[in-house]
């Protein structure tokens, strides 16, 4: 799209039809999300996972990625967490962050599989090594819970701290309340005050 120039969807749309249907991969990725928001076209779950798919078996990332989502929300599609993992992680071996985190959450959270605290953290570490916040997050409740790890609260809140750096609110309160409580750190209003202030200034006020 021109700089400056409003967004025309349906143009986009057209291009990206002409493209997809030559079997351009990131066409095929671009029409389905097109579908699935309603840009250009009348929104439809069903032709968004068609061309998701489509662009998913040529091995795009974001197709995956997004694909994986469909499957695990039940959108255009039967929910199965079992197909939702399956593609999470063709797109986190790819090195998309969204779907490291995604492939940890399925494992913490045991969605179709078993527990495996140990392998969500593996999944959580990958994708917190390309600084995705949420991953950093979790990293830093399962230190500070003891979850798949030894409890280490100086862990906790390092990774708390790199969370919180990274713009997530709900870390930024967290971080916030580790200095108001002095839970691992030295106890400091100051500090406190800060990171509940950068987080209230995202809509996170408790």
């Known amino acids: 799209f021109g700089q400056g120039a409003l967004l025309d969807y349906p143009e986009a749309v057209r291009w990206y039809r002409k493209a997809a249907e030559q079997g351009n991969a990131a066409a095929q990725y671009g029409l389905g999300v097109c579908y699935q928001r309603g840009d250009g076209v009348a929104k439809d779950e069903v032709e968004a996972v068609k061309w998701y798919r489509k662009a998913a078996e ?20 039967p929910k199965s967490y079992a197909e939702a993992l399956k593609w999470y992680r063709k797109a986190a071996e790819q090195g998309n962050a969204d779907a490291q985190y995604n492939v940890g959450a399925i494992y913490l959270l045991a ?10 953290l593996n999944w959580y570490r990958k994708a917190a090594e390309q600084d995705y916040a949420p991953a950093q997050f979790d990293i830093s ?16 809140i390092n990774w708390c701290r790199k969370a919180a750096e990274g713009g997530a609110p709900y870390a930024q309160y967290n971080l916030g309340t580790y200095y ?4 691992g750190v030295p106890k400091d209003y100051t500090e406190a005050l800060k990171w ?10 408790r």
């Open 141 to 156: 409740v399962c230190y500070a819970n003891g979850t798949g790890v030894a409890k280490d609260m100086a862990q906790a």
């Open 58 to 77: 040529q091995g795009d990332a974001d197709a995956q990625h997004y694909l994986a989502a469909c499957y695990f929300n039940g959108q255009g599609l």
């Open 196 to 205: 509940y202030l950068k987080a209230a200034a995202q809509g996170n006020a």
């Open 111 to 120: 969605k179709g599989v078993p527990q495996d605290t140990k392998e969500a």
């Open 180 to 183: 108001s409580s002095g839970s």
